[in-house]
């Protein structure tokens, strides 16, 4: 099974290529049905180039006795959050700072949905982000009620579930989102590792990007492994849940084979 980019706009990788930043963007707009751009100011597209700026001002040297500033690039915010980031050591106390908005920036929306499930549980499925139509807890929605019937198919109980996201909250704009990607991967890993579940479900191409640090989509049907700590969890990437919901009994399939790669001893 070929696995497709699964964040559609609200992807959550850094690009560093402006070119195909650019020609992402003109591809969402045609893909909306804008095909041309307007502008109501005119534009002489026949006036002279402007005159190049001049060179600047060499600066004088400064005198011998004048103290010398350090050469050091100021530490970034979200750094210097990263470097100072302590997390909880038990689940609980792990849970009750998460929905609080303790843990660390996380350029989303809305309010802190908190992750649902026991300590211990067999099987964990993380999303990227809550979705739109969660309530109190982590695909407690529509995407909460496939994930249910995929899981009640594949053998799992109710009380085998851990419910979970990479970052605590809505992302509406995922500018906003990326520079805190690196600290809330971290969270996640420690996250798993409290939960320390037998396997994992982690639902969108760009959350596994970022959780077992290769492309996951040059082996999308196959099982991968989380290394963490003296732990190895059993994983297999699925598609974005809220994509799944295009082609229904399609993908109810596909994610039901996936799934079973978990059970294989």
């Known amino acids: 099974m070929q696995v497709n980019p699964l964040w559609g706009i609200n992807v959550l990788t850094?690009?560093?290529?402006?070119?195909?930043?650019?020609?992402?963007?003109?591809?969402?707009?045609?893909?909306?049905?804008?095909?041309?751009?307007?502008?109501?100011t005119p534009n002489d597209w026949l006036a002279d180039d402007a005159p190049p700026a001049r060179a600047p001002a060499v600066p004088r040297a400064a005198p011998q006795n004048a103290p010398v500033a350090p050469d050091r690039a100021p530490v970034a915010p979200v750094a210097q959050a990263a470097a100072n980031l302590v997390l909880p050591e038990t689940l609980e106390a792990f849970v009750a700072a998460w929905s609080s908005g303790t843990l660390a920036a996380d350029g989303g929306d809305g309010r802190h949905v908190a992750p649902a499930g026991r300590q211990g549980a067999r099987l964990m499925v993380l999303t990227g982000a809550p979705e739109r139509d969660d309530q109190d807890n982590v695909l407690s929605g529509r995407a909460g009620r496939l994930v249910e019937m995929i899981a009640r198919v594949c053998g799992f109980a109710a009380e085998d579930l851990y419910r979970a996201s990479l970052f605590p909250r809505l992302?509406?704009?995922?500018?906003?989102?990326?520079?805190?990607?690196?600290?809330?991967?971290?969270?996640?890993?420690?996250?798993?590792?409290?939960?320390?579940?037998?396997?994992?479900?982690?639902?969108?191409?760009?959350?596994?990007?970022?959780?077992?640090?290769?492309?996951?989509?040059?082996?999308?049907?196959?099982?991968?492994?989380?290394?963490?700590?003296?732990?190895?969890?059993?994983?297999?990437?699925?598609?974005?849940?809220?994509?799944?919901?295009h082609r229904i009994a399609q993908e109810k399939s596909m994610a039901w084979q996936q799934w079973q790669k978990l059970l294989v001893e």
């Open 14 to 40: 850094p690009v560093n290529d402006p070119l195909r930043e650019a020609q992402s963007l003109v591809d969402w707009w045609q893909l909306a049905g804008v095909e041309w751009d307007f502008a109501d």
């Open 171 to 245: 992302v509406l704009d995922n500018q906003a989102a990326i520079p805190h990607l690196g600290v809330w991967t971290r969270i996640a890993r420690h996250h798993i590792a409290l939960v320390g579940p037998e396997m994992l479900v982690v639902a969108g191409e760009d959350t596994a990007r970022a959780l077992l640090s290769h492309d996951p989509s040059q082996k999308p049907t196959d099982l991968h492994f989380l290394n963490h700590g003296d732990r190895t969890v059993k994983t297999v990437v699925t598609r974005k849940l809220s994509l799944m919901f």
